[in-house]
């Protein structure tokens, strides 16, 4: 009897799901397993639609942001009777594993999910970088995108003599603000783990102003300040024109980088060497090819902190 494993993605897409699909499919076709991809994420498993999946159904994905599978925020997954049906959609094509690829909320559900007693995998893949113990699919080809707008950004605001505010994404996680304001060479840098503190965004401000600064960009996690109240308070402090552009979900799409389709190529295929290999209820972990397994347990209990080394590069080197 060959092995079965169903795969899906969930939650909020993130560049390189395709290429952690693709890898998942490959490998466990490689190892003589069946791998059946269910679309819309857990409302596709309560739903039971899914399909067999072949080396063809993932061809020319690889590059491709979005997810082939298609996804959902499910609420109907987050009750009992929710579950119970999507194991009933497991159990009645004899599937007994279930990889699940996507972030933080996406994992808690696996890992509810698993103690039905199906053996769930995941893999993680957020533009966020929220999650502990690993890097997640998504996020470098995010913070390029984030710093790719920055750049473009810059432009305008040195032609102009501009201050801009530029907000991006991250729920409440601070990771790409900080990753494309340190590269962005921006300012100030909002983030949720630090107490904003606007009178000093301010004085950096003037300090620059001062000594014949054109313009400055100040990068602003979502959440964390409202965008609006900020441009005022700086317009009125600096008598600089300020302008504000929300980044919001072109942050979510577009090719996946180099980075991210290698991550997403080592965890798919970890995924399924875990599986063969008799592991359970795990989340495939890791910052580079170096793919370890971590008990979801773990992962759902564990807290994220970020790299403040980085907060404090920021704040020396942008003046
Ligand atoms: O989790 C990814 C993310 O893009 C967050 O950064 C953001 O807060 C959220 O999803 C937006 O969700 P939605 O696409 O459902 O509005």
Known sequence: ?????????????????????????????????????ISHGFEGLIAADMV?????????????????????????????SGRLNAMESLEKNHIENLIVIGGNGSIKGAYEFSKLGINTVTIPATIDNDIVYTKTI??????????????????????HGRIFIIEVMGRDCGEIALSAGVAG??????????????????????????????HS??????????????????????????????????????MPTAADRILASCMG????????????????AGFDIRVRPIPMQEIIH????LELDLFEIARILAR
């Open 1 to 37: 009897m060959k092995k079965k494993v169903a795969v899906l993605t969930s939650g909020g897409d993130a560049p390189g799901m395709n290429a952690a699909i693709r890898a998942v499919v490959r490998t466990g076709i490689y190892r003589n397993m069946q791998v059946y991809g």
């Open 52 to 80: 067999e999946m072949t080396l063809g159904s993932v061809a020319d994905i690889i590059h491709r942001g979005g997810t082939i599978l298609k996804t959902s925020r499910s609420q109907a997954f987050t009750t009992d």
């Open 138 to 159: 998504g996020f470098d080809t995010a913070v390029n995108t984030a710093l790719e707008a920055v750049n473009r950004i810059r432009d305008t605001a040195t032609s």
């Open 185 to 214: 060479g921006a300012e100030s840098i909002l983030i949720p783990e630090i107490e904003p503190d606007i009178k000093q965004v301010i004085e950096k401000l003037e300090m620059g102003i001062a000594r014949g600064k054109l």
């Open 217 to 254: 960009i100040i990068i602003v996690a979502e959440g964390v300040y409202p965008v609006m109240e900020l441009k005022e308070l700086i317009q009125n402090h600096t008598g600089h024109e300020t302008r504000i552009s929300i980044l919001g979900h072109m942050q979510r799409g577009g």
């Open 269 to 284: 295929k970890a995924a399924i060497d875990y599986i063969a290999a008799g592991e359970r209820n795990i989340m495939t």
């Open 302 to 305: 564990g807290t994220k902190t």
